[in-house]
């Protein structure tokens, strides 16, 4: 029982906190209590120091003025009418009268020192015989007695403070029960608060539990009242969604890599198979490593487009930047497209801005236009037109590859950029794609801090547009500048 008290109370944070609730209460109780019993006696003792000062006062001015013989007298009515204890000694030490006790036996060293300070002629000496805890407490005034110039008794007043320890002893009663009910409330709600702040704590600890045996699907309810806790919900369910859609890619990454692996290898396999079921000549032999040589081929081109994507997950994907004339790569490129797209029929306008010019790598771009380039030309209808066009928009160049092609549905633009993605999936599979070439156009664009996107409806063809940050805002205005520089 003990043990588990310790650990609710020492070894979890909602004790630990309501420790320190109680803790940091009863310092302040503390601090309030003898900060009010300073002020609160001072105050006391000032208001009764002033009325007994008052009192002997009016004493010793009759006692100064009036025959000894009649001091008694005047002492027993003092002591009749204030119920002060009083007594008078003369300046040789003897008691010459005490009212109901003597107050010097009772002060001890306190009252005998204000005696003696009263004898040296001091006029008011304020002493207390005891603690304010004590019902035998006296406040003890002493005053001398003067005739003739000199000192001849002194008279010691003493109030009984009963009634002052009686109201200090019931404030404390009342200030430590009070204290004590605060103490209790306090550590309650502090185990209470820092119950309903971990709540989400134990949330968030299940979940990770559940995610961590397989179930990536697991959310966080965003019910927190706590701005903060609120804040630690979205950003978790953030990191589970990036972290679900993460190890689906893998999944699907890996079943379709080794997919799009098993079919040339099966193939090149059944090929090998029955080329050694017989003997044959050398020609066909030959025929024969052409066609495995095909396969081993689309084979590589699948790892290197895989090793490039891999490289850029990691952010190890080498660009070389450096300035380069987008213009004239765009052209290069188009020219290359030229005699392919005559081979089917395809023409290809090009509309390309002069001098446009950015900061980048020359192949990958130039990888990019290919790819982008090659994809109108597989889907393109014969007879039609591509169209390749590039100029400068605001702060940035924008090239469009636009085909006549049958379009694209809003569904598979979504996911067009997607790896191992295909609209088509038997056509591509026919014509060697392995649906990885857009995956690296958008890896590529994105490491150049630009954006690429499609435009498309299905039977008007299909337009697809890079954006890339230009190096110059102004082209026509960094060319005149640039001829008037090299003419200088």
């Not at 207390?128 to 000199?150: C, E, F, Y």
């Not at 030959?286 to 084979?299: F, S, T, Y």
Request: charged share 25%.
């Amino acid at each position: 029982m003990i043990e588990n008290i310790r650990f609710y109370m020492l070894g979890t944070f909602r004790g630990r906190l309501a420790l320190l609730y109680i803790a940091v209460e009863l310092a302040i109780l503390i601090f309030a209590a003898l900060l009010m019993y300073f002020f609160l006696s001072r105050q006391i003792y000032q208001n009764l120091d002033d009325r007994l000062l008052s009192q002997s006062h009016a004493l010793n001015l009759e006692l100064e003025h009036t025959h000894s013989f009649y001091w008694l007298t005047l002492l027993d009515n003092y002591a009749r009418d204030t119920r002060n204890a009083v007594e008078l000694i003369t300046a040789n030490g003897v008691i010459q009268y005490t009212s109901d006790k003597s107050l010097v036996g009772t002060g001890g060293n306190q009252v005998s020192y204000a005696l003696g300070q009263a004898m040296a002629g001091k006029e008011t000496v304020f002493v207390s015989t005891d603690s304010l805890l004590r019902k035998s407490n006296m406040r003890v005034l002493a005053m001398p007695v003067h005739q003739a110039g000199r000192v001849v008794a002194v008279v010691l007043i003493g109030y009984n403070t009963s009634e002052i320890q009686g109201f200090f002893k019931l404030l404390y009663l009342i200030g430590g029960l009070l204290g004590f009910i605060s103490i209790i409330l306090s550590a309650w709600a502090g185990y209470m608060m820092a119950k309903r702040a971990l709540r989400p704590i134990e949330e968030i600890k299940k979940t990770a539990k559940a995610i961590a045996q397989g179930d990536l699907s697991q959310r966080l309810a965003g019910h927190a009242q706590e701005h903060e806790i609120e804040e630690l919900v979205n950003h978790l369910n953030r990191m589970f969604e990036a972290l679900e859609s993460s190890f689906k890619s893998q999944k699907r990454f890996t079943a379709d890599a080794s997919h799009e692996l098993r079919m040339p290898l099966t193939i090149l396999k059944g090929e090998i198979e029955v080329a050694l079921r017989q003997s044959r000549t050398a020609k066909e032999y030959e025929g024969l490593l052409k066609q495995h040589l095909d396969i081993v081929a689309r084979m590589q081109r699948i790892v290197d487009d895989l090793l490039t994507l891999a490289r850029a997950d990691a952010g190890m994907l080498e660009l070389e930047q450096k300035s380069l004339n987008l213009s004239f790569l765009l052209q290069d490129v188009g020219q290359h497209h030229l005699i392919l797209y005559d081979q089917r029929g395809l023409r290809l306008e090009m509309d390309i801005q002069d001098d446009l010019e950015v900061m980048g790598d020359l192949s990958q771009l130039e990888r990019v236009i290919f790819n982008l380039l090659g994809n109108a030309y597989k889907y393109a209808p014969k007879g039609s037109i591509v169209w390749l066009t590039a100029y400068a928009k605001e702060e940035n160049v924008l090239i469009t590859v636009c085909d006549e092609g049958m379009g694209i549905s809003e569904e598979h633009q979504k996911r067009l950029f997607h790896r191992f993605y295909r609209v088509d999936d038997a056509r591509a599979r026919k014509q060697g794609s392995a649906g990885l070439g857009l995956a690296i156009c958008k890896h590529i664009v994105n490491a150049h801090h630009g954006k690429i996107w499609v435009e498309s409806k299905p039977g008007e063809g299909a337009s697809f547009m890079v954006t890339l940050p230009l190096r110059s805002l102004n082209p026509e205005h960094y060319q005149r500048l640039k001829t008037m520089l090299d003419k200088t």
